[in-house]
């Protein structure tokens, strides 16, 4: 009789401690199940940027970059040396048409140099001439206005037609573009696969097309938001071309804007 309570009280236990620990275990599972593996963003190839820098001895200088290819980010320093027994203080420095300014020296002490740094991203310039200016404003009277002007000729690695995808519609209705992507003759590659930084929001595929008698490639996209609203993302499209192993395309979504 005692061993029957004694294993009646083992029972009960039992019963109450197993059914625990696998609510317990249940509860983590769930919880794992909550992190979206989509929130793990895709950074695309690290590209090595193209460094340079200039010394500016006149309120109006013209630079010209050797030329580079599509996809390539140009960093360069405008280098301004403060000859004078006062301070100098650029108030002001802003750059157009595709150049863009990224900081710049607020004060330069006497017998000291400052610098205007200047960025230039050429992933949708395939083929064509980057031409601005760069203004800048100081407190010297002898320069009050420094302006620079700026040409980068950027070799075509591919044709992107077009180079940002635009989904625009109603949530109810099917959102679908395309790009068609034309290998340039002096680079010829084939496209092995794409990765997207996000990809919450819309399907792909790619296909080999010809276009105007040159193989090419068709990259379709899709919407599936079903929410008012916008986004944007980015297709890094992957070659076998070691120049550019991956090139990016934007895509932009207005859903019932």
Same mark, same amino acid.
């Given at each position: 009789?005692?061993?029957?309570k004694y294993l009646m009280t083992?029972?009960?236990?039992?019963?109450?401690?197993?059914?625990?620990?696998?609510?317990?275990?249940?509860?983590?599972?769930?919880?794992?199940?909550?992190?979206?593996?989509?929130?793990?963003?895709?950074?695309?190839?690290?590209?090595?940027?193209?460094?340079?820098?200039?010394?500016?001895?006149?309120?109006?200088?013209?630079?010209?970059?050797?030329?580079?290819?599509?996809?390539?980010?140009?960093? @360069?320093?405008?280098?301004?040396?403060?000859?004078?027994?006062?301070?100098?203080?650029?108030?002001?420095?802003?750059?157009?048409?595709?150049?863009?300014?990224?900081?710049?020296?607020? *004060?330069?002490?006497?017998?000291?140099?400052?610098?205007?740094?200047?960025?230039?991203?050429?992933?949708?310039?395939?083929?064509?001439?980057?031409?601005?200016?760069?203004?800048?404003?100081?407190?010297?009277?002898? *320069?009050?206005?420094?302006?620079?002007?700026?040409?980068? &000729?950027?070799?075509?690695?591919?044709?992107?037609?077009?180079?940002?995808?635009?989904?625009?519609?109603?949530?109810?209705?099917?959102?679908?573009?395309?790009?068609?992507?034309?290998?340039?003759?002096?680079?010829?590659?084939?496209?092995?696969?794409?990765?997207?930084?996000?990809?919450?929001?819309?399907?792909?595929? &790619?296909?080999?097309?010809?276009?105007?008698?040159?193989?090419?490639?068709?990259?379709?996209? *899709?919407?599936?938001?079903?929410?008012?609203?916008?986004?944007?993302?980015?297709?890094?499209?992957?070659?076998? @071309?070691p120049l550019r192993p991956e090139?990016?395309?934007?895509?932009?979504?207005?859903?019932?804007?």
């Amino acid at each position: 009789m005692r061993f029957d309570k004694y294993l009646m009280t083992i029972l009960c236990f039992l019963s109450l401690v197993i059914p625990t620990a696998f609510a317990g275990c249940e509860k983590q599972e769930n919880h794992d199940q909550l992190v979206d593996p989509k929130l793990n963003f895709y950074k695309g190839l690290e590209v090595e940027p193209i460094y340079s820098q200039s010394k500016v001895e006149s309120v109006h200088v013209r630079y010209e970059f050797p030329p580079v290819l599509q996809g390539d980010i140009v960093h @360069h320093d405008f280098i301004i040396t403060n000859d004078s027994d006062k301070a100098l203080e650029i108030t002001e420095a802003a750059g157009c048409c595709g150049l863009i300014v990224e900081s710049y020296a607020r *004060r330069i002490e006497p017998d000291m140099t400052g610098k205007i740094a200047l960025l230039i991203l050429t992933d949708s310039h395939g083929g064509q001439e980057i031409k601005g200016t760069i203004s800048a404003k100081t407190t010297d009277s002898a *320069r009050s206005q420094i302006t620079i002007d700026v040409s980068i &000729f950027v070799q075509e690695f591919a044709a992107l037609s077009p180079y940002r995808i635009w989904l625009k519609g109603s949530p109810d209705q099917e959102i679908v573009e395309k790009c068609t992507v034309v290998p340039n003759d002096a680079f010829p590659f084939r496209i092995t696969g794409i990765k997207v930084r996000k990809g919450v929001w819309f399907t792909y595929d &790619f296909r080999e097309i010809e276009t105007d008698g040159k193989p090419g490639y068709e990259i379709t996209v *899709r919407n599936t938001r079903k929410k008012i609203g916008s986004y944007q993302d980015v297709l890094f499209v992957q070659t076998n @071309h070691p120049l550019r192993p991956e090139f990016k395309i934007r895509v932009e979504g207005r859903i019932g804007e």
